[in-house]
């Protein structure tokens, strides 16, 4: 699975927009994008995930760039309760590749 | 619908004791997988599973046992618990075809001191 780059910390102010980039420039064509985060040392919880396409759901927007080197996850208006670790992963589509593979991920604290 | 549940959560052992951290999920995934984090640190994996009966190693599996008896069931076996061992044990599950990209769901930890 390809290796991904993420800034360690950001700050965000409440209700402001938060946009946590990731690197990830040795993707393969057959590897989507996933977002998870951990709130203060609990069981990870997914986000969203996508492959080359722009994705939102009820939490949040992935936004991948065209030839899918970075992205960006964005909450569009951050609460308090956004305050946790962001890990951006990628996995391949292989069958047997249940495993996830975290790096440090971005601590991402939003301001009052 | 629990979704992923690990017990206990909180345990302490003594150097050279050993015990099982149990997960049960009652989603029917087939593919289970055990993770420990250090402080500060990302989640590593320790061994997974894509089915019942079949079992493989992760990044750290030394140390820990598992078997899958069952869909549901996934348990973690210390055999001589060591203070590296010390950390918090996520347990995770998720879907293997079909839905073939879809999210893991993950326990709220088991946390273990090991003195």
């Known amino acids: 699975d390809a290796k991904t780059t993420q800034p360690p910390s950001m700050d965000c102010a409440e209700g402001r927009a938060a946009n946590l980039p990731c690197n990830h420039s040795?993707?393969?064509?057959?590897?989507?994008v996933y977002w998870y985060r951990q709130i203060h040392s609990q069981g990870p919880q997914y986000i969203i995930h996508g492959l080359k396409n722009n994705e939102t759901n009820e939490m949040a927007s992935l936004i991948i760039t065209e030839d899918r080197k970075s992205s960006t996850l964005i909450l569009p208006h951050a609460t308090l309760r956004d305050t946790a670790v962001y890990y951006c992963?990628?996995?391949?589509?292989?069958?047997?590749?249940?495993?996830?593979?975290f790096g440090s991920g971005t601590q991402l604290t939003v301001l009052p | 619908n629990a979704g992923v549940t690990q017990t206990p959560k909180f345990q302490v052992l003594k150097t050279g004791q050993s015990m099982t951290l149990q997960c049960a999920q009652d989603?029917?995934?087939?593919?289970m997988s055990w993770y420990r984090q250090d402080p500060g640190m990302g989640l590593r994996l320790i061994h997974y599973s894509v089915g019942a009966g079949i079992t493989d190693q992760g990044e750290v599996p030394n140390g820990y046992n598992v078997s899958r008896s069952t869909t549901e069931d996934f348990p973690l076996r210390l055999l001589s618990a060591a203070p590296s061992q010390t950390s918090v044990y996520f347990c995770?599950?998720?879907?293997?075809?079909?839905?073939?990209?879809?999210?893991?769901?993950f326990g709220q930890g088991t946390r273990l001191t090991v003195v």
């Open positions: 992963i990628v996995r391949s589509r292989s069958g047997s590749a249940r495993q996830l593979t």
């Open positions: 995770a599950s998720s879907y293997r075809r079909a839905l073939m990209n879809t999210e893991a769901f």
């Open positions: 989603m029917n995934h087939e593919y």
């Open positions: 040795t993707i393969s064509g057959n590897e989507y």
